[in-house]
Each structure stands twice: as structure tokens, then as C-alpha cells.
């Protein structure tokens, strides 16, 4: 089991001379030369790794409000990334933001991309945490909402 950064979690199914097969979420599969995947590929989360993100997720600090275009650069480069950190760092601030806006129920809610770019983290950063951990997706997704009410 692996984690090909903003692709996600999934493993190796084959491995000739010089590629590598890896099977991913949703079906997708890459191919890739073995010296490129030394710098695109990690191990999945440690039980560490996992406290880790525990706290990150129950971090109460307020997200900063730069302008929408920082903050979409910030995001993308955390989300492209796939560091299982920055992805809860993501998750965490994605929703305290929308808790933000509900709260104030002026009807206003998260574009569309900064809503893609939400989800995205979290299914990766789920998914990641269903593998290392033997969790069916929903469960791994309802850990992290746990983790998230937590700090509600």
C-alpha cells in the first residue's frame, strides 16, 4: 500500500523490470517508471502520522480569511501535495469555514471550487485513512467528522 500524492491511496499491483502498476480509488490505474515513483510515492499514514491528523482536526484556530484567490493557491498546493497533514489542515478549516457561513445564515455558501477542492481533500485524506487502518470509506469518513465535532 502506497500513497501517490494528490491521487490518493491505493497499491501496487504489478511490478515489471523497470514500472510499477499501482491501483487506485474509483478504478483509476498508473503506470509509472520505478525512479519516478521513488519521488512520487509514499507509505501510507502511521498510527503517529494518524494522532497527528487527529489534532490538526480538532484544532479549534479560526482559518484565516486572505483573499479567495490566496487561499485557493494555498489550498490547491496543500491538496496536490497529498501530505495527510495539509489535507486535514484542508478538511479542518473547509469545515469550520462552512459552519461559519451556516451560522450566519445569510444564504451564502462556498463556490464551487473551493467546495471541489474540500471534498477532494477529504475523500484523500479518508480513503488514505480507511487503508492504513482496515476501515470501510464511510467509516474512515465518519472518524474524521467525529474528529471534527469534537472541536464544535
Same mark, same amino acid.
Given at each position: 500500500? &502506497?500513497?501517490?500524492?494528490?491521487?490518493?491511496?491505493?497499491?501496487?499491483?504489478?511490478?515489471? %523490470?523497470?514500472?510499477?502498476?499501482?491501483?487506485?480509488?474509483?478504478?483509476?490505474?498508473? *503506470?509509472?517508471?520505478?525512479?519516478?515513483?521513488?519521488? !512520487?510515492?509514499?507509505?501510507?499514514?502511521?498510527? #503517529?502520522?494518524?494522532?497527528? &491528523? %487527529?489534532? *490538526?482536526?480538532?484544532?479549534?484556530?479560526?482559518?484565516?480569511?486572505?483573499?479567495?484567490?490566496?487561499?485557493?493557491?494555498?489550498?490547491?498546493?496543500?491538496? #496536490?501535495?497529498?501530505?495527510?497533514?495539509?489535507?486535514?489542515?484542508?478538511?479542518?478549516?473547509?469545515?469550520?469555514?462552512?459552519?461559519?457561513?451556516?451560522?450566519?445564515? *445569510?444564504?451564502?455558501?462556498?463556490?464551487?471550487?473551493?467546495?471541489?477542492?474540500?471534498?477532494?481533500?477529504?475523500?484523500? !485524506?479518508?480513503?488514505?485513512?480507511?487503508?492504513?487502518?482496515?476501515?470501510?470509506?464511510?467509516?474512515?469518513?465518519?472518524?474524521?467528522?467525529? %474528529?471534527?465535532?469534537? *472541536?464544535?
Amino acid at each position: 500500500m &502506497v500513497v501517490y500524492r494528490a491521487h490518493g491511496a491505493g497499491r501496487i499491483a504489478a511490478r515489471e %523490470q523497470d514500472t510499477l502498476v499501482l491501483e487506485l480509488a474509483e478504478g483509476l490505474s498508473v *503506470t509509472l517508471r520505478v525512479e519516478r515513483a521513488r519521488e !512520487l510515492l509514499r507509505p501510507l499514514l502511521s498510527e #503517529a502520522d494518524l494522532l497527528r &491528523v %487527529q489534532e *490538526t482536526l480538532r484544532d479549534e484556530q479560526a482559518p484565516s480569511e486572505p483573499l479567495w484567490l490566496k487561499r485557493k493557491k494555498d489550498t490547491e498546493l496543500k491538496v #496536490a501535495g497529498g501530505d495527510p497533514l495539509r489535507l486535514a489542515e484542508v478538511v479542518r478549516d473547509g469545515a469550520l469555514r462552512e459552519r461559519k457561513l451556516i451560522a450566519k445564515r *445569510t444564504g451564502s455558501q462556498f463556490s464551487a471550487s473551493e467546495k471541489s477542492l474540500y471534498l477532494k481533500a477529504r475523500r484523500l !485524506l479518508s480513503g488514505e485513512i480507511g487503508l492504513a487502518h482496515g476501515l470501510e470509506p464511510a467509516e474512515a469518513d465518519a472518524w474524521i467528522e467525529e %474528529q471534527l465535532d469534537a *472541536t464544535a
